[in-house]
Each structure stands twice: as structure tokens, then as C-alpha cells.
């Protein structure tokens, strides 16, 4: 299970963008003895269908036990469908990174069905390469998600497209009926392995984006009256002015 509490104050704003999350080895009340962070956009912005991107370094070095991740959610799991657009597992190799979409089986809602990429370990994608320094090198991460199709990408290249002809008859498709929520988390154990010498770590979000198509507004029916004439307008005016309309000059009739 996961070894780690979240804590608000392990959100801290970034100096020049953004924000991080620090995660360390620190005395907390909940025994677990690891602290981390979660932010999350429930109950505040929640939308379906458009583009997410976010621009995120992961810590440097990664450390065996954390589990950073930015995914997408609804409000019940698996019902409501889960996209994650990143998820690194501390126990595996650097370049190893998983992208999935994950939904519920037809006749068992509560169980999950899910169509993942995961880089192979000797992929040379640019994932998680190191640098000297506290950081890994940022890379941006993004997500189109259109009616019946889920894309994710990183650094603009596509790697894995899960279509809804494509999940298997006895799989739920839930991406048309809900909307998801966004997370960025880094949780400490679990499927990421057991922690050893961890100490303090930063992941740095840069940035987050979200694009939506805007529908054109539906025509009025009700046609524009026309525009009034010249004469007319003079007329309004004289007429607020105090005339009657058998005063106004005559040359207006020309």
C-alpha cells in the first residue's frame, strides 16, 4: 500500500512558474512516515472533450518508491473512466512510463478494463532522462480527447491511441458521459516498490493548458430591423429636441 499522507504544505509555488511537490521522509501523525502532496481540480474544474497539456520535471535523481503521475478522473472509479497522460513507478527502470486510459467491464462496473502503453526498457524516449542538477530535463505531456478517441502524446509525439470500437464487447466505454477532473500527485510505495534512502524531492509542475472547441452561436431567427434612413434619423433626433414631425425642415424630404 501507499506509505506516504498528503499534506497541503507539501504544495509550495514555484519561484519563476507553477508550482511543486515536495516529497520527504519526515515525522507525520499518521505513522506512515513519508509526506507528500496532491492537487487536484474537483468541484472547481471539471470538463469532457478537448486538449490537456501540462509541462512537468520530474525529481532528479526519481529515487526507488515515488510514483509521480498526471491523470485524469471522475467522480466514481472505474464507472467514470480514469486517463493517465503520465505515471512513472519508481521500482522500474528511468525509461519506463505508462500512458492509459482505464474504464469499467460491462457486468462488473467496479472492475476496471485498461489499454496502457508502457515504453519498453530500452526505449531511448526521452521520459525520464536525467541531468546533473535537481531536476530531470521538463518534458510536456498532452492529451486529445474527442468523442469515441483518447490520444496522448509527449513532446508532440504521439504514442498511444485508445479508440471505443477498440476496448472489447464486454467493456464500457465512459468517456462520452462524464466528465474528469485533473490530478498531479507523487504517492511513496505501493506499485512503486519499497522506499530506500529516500529523502526530500521536488517535482515541478510548469504549466497546465486546456483547449476546448467553442460551438458558434445559433443564428437569431428574428431578422435585424432595417437601418434608419437619414431623414429618419434627423427626425428622432428633432423629435427629441421637442419638435413635431410637421416642423421638421423640409429639406430633409430631399
Given at each position: 500500500?501507499?506509505?506516504?499522507?498528503?499534506r497541503?504544505?507539501?504544495?509550495?509555488?514555484?519561484?519563476?512558474a507553477?508550482?511543486?511537490?515536495?516529497?520527504?521522509?519526515e515525522?507525520?501523525?499518521?505513522?506512515?512516515?513519508?509526506?507528500?502532496g496532491?492537487?487536484?481540480?474537483?468541484?472547481?474544474?471539471?470538463?469532457?472533450?478537448?486538449?490537456?497539456?501540462?509541462?512537468?520535471?520530474?525529481?532528479?535523481?526519481?529515487?526507488?518508491?515515488l510514483?509521480?503521475?498526471?491523470?485524469?478522473?471522475?467522480?466514481?472509479w472505474?464507472?467514470?473512466?480514469?486517463?493517465?497522460?503520465?505515471?512513472?513507478?519508481?521500482?522500474?527502470?528511468?525509461?519506463?512510463?505508462?500512458?492509459?486510459?482505464h474504464?469499467?467491464?460491462?457486468?462488473?462496473?467496479?472492475?476496471?478494463?485498461?489499454?496502457?502503453?508502457?515504453?519498453?526498457?530500452?526505449?531511448?524516449?526521452?521520459?525520464?532522462?536525467?541531468?546533473?542538477?535537481?531536476?530531470?530535463?521538463?518534458?510536456?505531456?498532452r492529451?486529445?480527447?474527442?468523442?469515441?478517441?483518447?490520444?496522448?502524446?509527449?513532446?508532440?509525439?504521439?504514442?498511444?491511441?485508445?479508440?471505443?470500437?477498440?476496448?472489447?464487447?464486454?467493456?464500457?466505454?465512459?468517456?462520452?458521459?462524464?466528465?474528469?477532473?485533473?490530478?498531479?500527485?507523487?504517492?511513496?510505495?505501493?506499485?512503486?516498490?519499497?522506499?530506500?534512502g529516500?529523502?526530500?524531492?521536488?517535482?515541478?509542475?510548469?504549466?497546465?493548458?486546456?483547449?476546448?472547441?467553442?460551438?458558434?452561436?445559433?443564428?437569431?431567427?428574428?431578422?435585424?430591423?432595417?437601418?434608419?434612413?437619414?431623414?429618419?434619423?434627423?427626425?428622432?433626433?428633432?423629435?427629441?429636441?421637442g419638435?413635431?414631425?410637421?416642423?421638421?425642415?423640409?429639406?430633409?424630404?430631399?
Amino acid at each position: 500500500g501507499d506509505l506516504m499522507a498528503y499534506r497541503p504544505w507539501n504544495i509550495v509555488a514555484h519561484p519563476t512558474a507553477g508550482f511543486e511537490i515536495l516529497t520527504a521522509k519526515e515525522a507525520d501523525p499518521s505513522g506512515l512516515g513519508y509526506t507528500s502532496g496532491r492537487v487536484q481540480t474537483r468541484g472547481k474544474f471539471e470538463f469532457q472533450y478537448g486538449t490537456i497539456e501540462f509541462k512537468m520535471r520530474l525529481p532528479q535523481p526519481i529515487g526507488i518508491a515515488l510514483w509521480p503521475a498526471g491523470w485524469l478522473r471522475g467522480a466514481m472509479w472505474p464507472q467514470s473512466g480514469e486517463i493517465d497522460l503520465f505515471e512513472h513507478r519508481g521500482k522500474y527502470a528511468l525509461n519506463k512510463y505508462y500512458l492509459t486510459a482505464h474504464g469499467p467491464q460491462t457486468a462488473y462496473p467496479t472492475k476496471e478494463w485498461q489499454q496502457q502503453y508502457v515504453t519498453p526498457t530500452n526505449s531511448t524516449t526521452p521520459a525520464n532522462d536525467l541531468m546533473a542538477g535537481q531536476y530531470g530535463l521538463p518534458h510536456v505531456y498532452r492529451c486529445e480527447w474527442t468523442p469515441g478517441s483518447i490520444k496522448l502524446y509527449l513532446d508532440q509525439i504521439l504514442y498511444h491511441t485508445v479508440l471505443k470500437p477498440n476496448i472489447g464487447a464486454s467493456n464500457t466505454w465512459p468517456f462520452d458521459t462524464n466528465p474528469l477532473y485533473l490530478v498531479f500527485n507523487v504517492a511513496v510505495g505501493g506499485w512503486a516498490g519499497t522506499p530506500s534512502g529516500l529523502t526530500e524531492h521536488r517535482t515541478h509542475v510548469e504549466y497546465v493548458r486546456v483547449w476546448q472547441e467553442v460551438a458558434d452561436p445559433s443564428p437569431d431567427p428574428t431578422p435585424a430591423p432595417p437601418s434608419p434612413s437619414a431623414r429618419e434619423r434627423a427626425q428622432q433626433r428633432l423629435s427629441a429636441l421637442g419638435f413635431l414631425a410637421d416642423e421638421i425642415p423640409e429639406v430633409l424630404n430631399a
